[in-house]
């Protein structure tokens, strides 16, 4: 897969030292959440940097695309007209989203502040890539994000996806639009909904979006759209009234990837001899994990282990992928042909941690296991529709032949998700 990371920025440029002249130092916490996000694009060997900003031009329907062989730009509007920006675009990229996406409109436009903010930070980490930039699509952003997050797979370089946006711009009196009992309710509907269930954030009503002044709500979305994974909010505060979330969405893994090569071996009938191990130390620990497959967002095969039973994660990745394909009694085994339509993810269990009441659950940090004389049943945790323990505890007695109203043991872990 080549788009390997996917981010969630904000834009103020008071966040610039030339800019800010000393009123940066209020937003430590967004500054150093920011160069934390830059320093992952770096090390993930990003190529181009595909960012999507609600100050460009913006059309009522589909996107808009930023032409030029180079698109430049500076802070002039904020009093530091020296520091400017030049990038060469990826001509590539922009052909593909115009030939795959057709409700696209061409503009030309100097780079805004949307997307000179997050290339401020990319730069003084020591990123130099290309980039491409798009307007904030107004509807179906999700649907947007999925359908360019897949172009980007496509891409023959490694890719990023920056979505540029602030969040309400009324938490306080003093805010640039003042302070509105929304403000603080919608933003901590992003975060909590980013932390603990995404759906949170796809059910704010238009009417709390509107009253909370918010600006990034669809480019949130488009990146939420774009690809799943293991979410981090690096920072959130909102010093001058305006909320600023830095948040990976995603991030690739060749654990993940790995998986994906030991079904791939088995359906071709490769040499396994031939398989090639990441260099990642997890691996060799020894380690119990389980290997998911999702086929356009729907589960199509999960198998795993409650306790190490091989030598190391590697060989229990190997077998877990191979049963998920082929022997999850839920679903026909896995065909050759529908590899590039499945998406893989491993989570690796922790400990087992044995507990005495419900009340030690949180089904959005801790999967469960429950027993009753040999029966054993696991769900793991942060699964879509799953929001109480209530829930958890059922699907889980349910798994393991164990009726509702029988009493269990029962023991909880946490997991590391790993995503292609």
Same mark, same amino acid.
């Given at each position: 897969?080549?788009?390997?990371?996917?981010?969630?920025?904000?834009?103020?440029?008071?966040?610039?030292?030339?800019?800010?002249?000393?009123?940066?130092?209020? *937003?430590? +916490?967004?500054?150093?959440?920011?160069?934390?996000?830059?320093?992952?694009?770096?090390?993930?060997?990003?190529?181009?940097?595909?960012?999507? *900003?609600?100050?460009?031009?913006?059309?009522?329907?589909?996107?808009?695309?930023?032409?030029?062989?180079?698109?430049?730009?500076?802070?002039?509007?904020?009093?530091?007209?020296?520091?400017?920006?030049?990038?060469?675009?990826?001509?590539?990229?922009?052909?593909?989203?115009?030939?795959?996406?057709?409700?696209?409109?061409?503009?030309?436009?100097?780079?805004?502040?949307?997307?000179?903010?997050?290339?401020?930070?990319?730069?003084?980490?020591?990123?130099?890539?290309?980039?491409?930039?798009?307007?904030?699509?107004? #509807? #179906?952003?999700?649907?947007?994000?999925?359908?360019?997050?897949?172009?980007?797979?496509?891409?023959?370089?490694?890719?990023?996806?920056?979505?540029?946006?602030?969040?309400?711009?009324?938490?306080?009196?003093?805010?640039?639009?003042?302070?509105?009992?929304?403000?603080?309710?919608?933003?901590?509907?992003?975060?909590?909904?980013?932390?603990?269930?995404?759906?949170?954030?796809?059910? /704010?009503?238009?009417?709390?979006?509107?009253?909370?002044?918010?600006?990034?709500?669809?480019?949130?979305?488009?990146?939420?759209?774009?690809?799943?994974?293991?979410?981090?909010?690096?920072?959130?505060? @909102?010093?001058?009234?305006?909320?600023?979330?830095?948040?990976?969405?995603?991030?690739?893994?060749?654990?993940?990837?790995?998986?994906?090569?030991?079904?791939?071996?088995?359906?071709?009938?490769?040499?396994?001899?031939?398989?090639?191990?990441?260099?990642?130390?997890?691996?060799?620990?020894? +380690?119990?994990?389980?290997?998911?497959? +999702?086929?356009?967002?729907?589960?199509?095969?999960?198998? @795993?282990?409650?306790?190490?039973?091989?030598?190391?994660?590697?060989?229990?990745?190997?077998?877990?992928?191979?049963?998920?394909?082929?022997?999850?009694?839920?679903?026909?085994?896995?065909?050759?042909?529908?590899?590039?339509?499945?998406?893989?993810?491993?989570?690796?269990?922790?400990?087992?941690? +044995?507990?005495?009441?419900?009340?030690?659950?949180?089904?959005?940090?801790? @999967?469960?296991?429950?027993?009753?004389?040999?029966?054993?049943?696991?769900?793991?945790?942060?699964?879509?529709?799953? #929001?109480?323990?209530?829930?958890?505890?059922? /699907?889980?007695?349910?798994?393991?032949?164990?009726?509702?109203?029988?009493?269990?043991?029962?023991?909880?872990?946490?997991?590391?998700?790993?995503?292609?």
């Amino acid at each position: 897969m080549s788009l390997v990371y996917i981010g969630y920025v904000p834009h103020p440029a008071i966040l610039v030292p030339d800019v800010g002249r000393g009123e940066e130092r209020a *937003s430590q +916490k967004t500054i150093k959440g920011f160069q934390k996000l830059a320093q992952e694009i770096v090390k993930m060997d990003v190529k181009t940097v595909l960012i999507v *900003s609600p100050h460009t031009v913006l059309t009522r329907q589909g996107m808009t695309l930023l032409q030029g062989n180079n698109l430049t730009g500076s802070l002039r509007n904020f009093g530091a007209g020296h520091i400017r920006f030049s990038y060469e675009t990826d001509l590539n990229v922009m052909k593909a989203i115009k030939e795959q996406i057709v409700d696209i409109e061409d503009m030309e436009n100097e780079l805004d502040h949307g997307v000179m903010v997050p290339l401020y930070f990319l730069r003084e980490a020591g990123w130099d890539g290309k980039i491409v930039v798009l307007g904030m699509p107004l #509807n #179906n952003a999700e649907e947007y994000g999925k359908r360019v997050g897949q172009i980007l797979n496509d891409s023959s370089d490694r890719c990023a996806i920056l979505a540029s946006g602030d969040l309400s711009h009324r938490l306080k009196e003093d805010g640039p639009y003042g302070l509105h009992p929304s403000g603080p309710k919608f933003d901590n509907l992003i975060v909590k909904g980013l932390q603990k269930d995404t759906a949170m954030i796809r059910t /704010i009503p238009s009417a709390l979006r509107e009253e909370a002044g918010q600006c990034g709500y669809n480019s949130l979305l488009f990146a939420l759209g774009a690809r799943e994974g293991s979410i981090k909010v690096f920072s959130y505060e @909102g010093p001058f009234g305006v909320g600023y979330l830095v948040a990976e969405i995603y991030r690739s893994s060749p654990i993940a990837g790995f998986a994906r090569e030991c079904l791939t071996y088995h359906l071709t009938a490769q040499a396994f001899d031939k398989l090639v191990i990441p260099g990642d130390p997890l691996l060799k620990e020894k +380690k119990s994990c389980f290997v998911t497959l +999702k086929k356009d967002g729907e589960l199509r095969g999960c198998i @795993g282990t409650v306790q190490p039973v091989r030598e190391n994660l590697a060989s229990e990745i190997k077998h877990n992928a191979i049963a998920a394909g082929t022997q999850d009694p839920r679903f026909w085994p896995v065909e050759a042909n529908e590899l590039p339509l499945i998406t893989f993810s491993v989570d690796v269990l922790g400990d087992l941690e +044995k507990i005495s009441s419900y009340d030690m659950l949180d089904p959005q940090k801790y @999967g469960v296991v429950v027993r009753r004389g040999g029966r054993v049943g696991l769900l793991l945790p942060r699964l879509e529709g799953v #929001n109480t323990v209530d829930e958890q505890v059922r /699907i889980a007695k349910q798994k393991a032949g164990i009726a509702p109203d029988e009493e269990v043991e029962l023991w909880r872990f946490e997991v590391q998700r790993y995503f292609e």
